[in-house]
Structures are given as C-alpha cells and as structure tokens.
C-alpha cells in the first residue's frame, strides 16, 4: 500500500506543503529570499533526481553553505529591478520619441533580467561556482535554452496573474503554491542543467557530513 500512487501523491503533497512553509517562514526578512530560493530550488532538483523525503535537512543544507552567494545575487537582482522600473515608468511618462526610444532599450534591459532570474537561483543550487560566473551561465542558459526559458517565464507568469485575480489562488499559494510552481519549473531546469550536474548520489553524504 506503501507504494501505491495515492500514497507516493499524498507523501508528494505533504513535502510540497511542508517546503513551502519553511520558504515563506524564511522569506520574511525579505534579505533571505535569495537564500530561501535557493534552498527551495534545491530540495525540488534533489527530489527530481533522488527521490522525496528529508526536506527539511535538505532545504537548511543548501540555505546554510549558499546563504552568502544567494543573498548578494538577490540583493544584486532586487536593486536592479527596482531601478529598472522605476526607469521603464519614468520613459513611459515622458511621452516623447526619445522617451519612447528609451523605453523600449529599459525594457530589453528588463526582460534580461527577468530570464536570467529564472536561472540563477537554481544554478547556484546544484551548480558551484563564483557569483559572477553564475550570473553568466544563468545568461547564457536563458538563452541557449529559450525554449525552456519561454516555458518557465509562462509558469511564473501564469502563477503571478492567477494570484494577482483570485483570492482563492492566493491561498493556495500561502498553504502550497509556491513550493508547487519551483517543483514545476524544477523538471524544466533539470533538463536544461542535466549534462552540468555532478549526478552521484552524494547528496546525503553531504548533509550527514
């Protein structure tokens, strides 16, 4: 019965849940949500790979030797972000032809921001490196693998819309959508990150050590 699909689906739904609380119970410094994501990334790829279980172990794991990278890179991407908008609203009111000219060049600028975000975090997961270098290879994922970059970005924005008009989304996102969406995504990314993933099965010799 152990091995039945109902039990393997609730014992899924019961990590999803599980992750998800411990994300959003991190994320409330806000500073922590790059580390926090990482974390999240991470469980989802181990699980993929490796199979359920030890989420918890698996997610303070990744947030404690990632924390210092996945903080700055956060840091980095929020600073940039709200500059970035504030630059897209600021051409958009201008009005003017050179505006309109500036708008568009914020807005290439943005959108690349956008897809290498949606690499980076769980790059810096599974993959070592200095930060620099990550911030590269998640560029040039994004686009070597556009794609997968095009499927990930109608995910996230599927899930932001469906949040931003519907209360009942909302709190499914509280109770396990966030967890959800990053384990969505996580299969996309796996196949892109498969061939550059060390694919011993070393990940509890790492958290006992």
């Known amino acids: 019965m152990s091995n039945s699909p109902v039990m393997a689906f609730l014992n899924k739904m019961t990590d999803l849940i599980l992750l998800n ?5 991190s994320c409330i410094p806000v500073i922590t949500i790059g580390a926090a994501t990482t974390a999240m990334y991470y469980v989802c790829i181990v699980s993929i790979r490796q199979g359920d279980g030890y989420v918890v172990k698996r997610f303070w794991y990744s ?3 990632n924390f210092k990278q996945a903080t700055i890179i956060w840091m980095i991407i929020l600073i940039l ?4 908008g504030l630059d897209l609203f600021f051409w958009y009111r201008l009005g003017t032809r050179f505006g309109k000219i500036m708008f568009c060049i914020s807005a290439i600028v943005e959108f690349a921001l956008i897809i290498i975000s ?9 993959l070592e490196g200095k930060i620099t270098n990550t911030i590269k290879n998640a560029a040039a994922f994004a686009v070597g693998y556009f794609p997968y970059t095009l499927v990930l970005m109608l995910l996230t924005g599927g899930f932001i819309w469906a949040n931003m008009v519907s209360i009942g989304m909302n709190a499914i996102s509280f109770f396990i959508g966030f967890a959800l969406l990053v384990y969505l995504k996580s ?5 892109v990150m498969m061939n550059h993933i060390d694919e011993r099965f ?8």
């Open 21 to 25: 609380v411990i994300w959003l119970i």
């Open 202 to 209: 070393d990940d509890f010799m790492e958290i006992d050590n």
């Open 118 to 126: 949606l690499y980076v975090f769980p790059m810096l997961a599974k």
């Open 187 to 191: 299969f996309f990314i796996y196949r």
């Open 63 to 65: 947030f404690k030797n």
């Open 81 to 84: 972000g709200i500059i970035m």
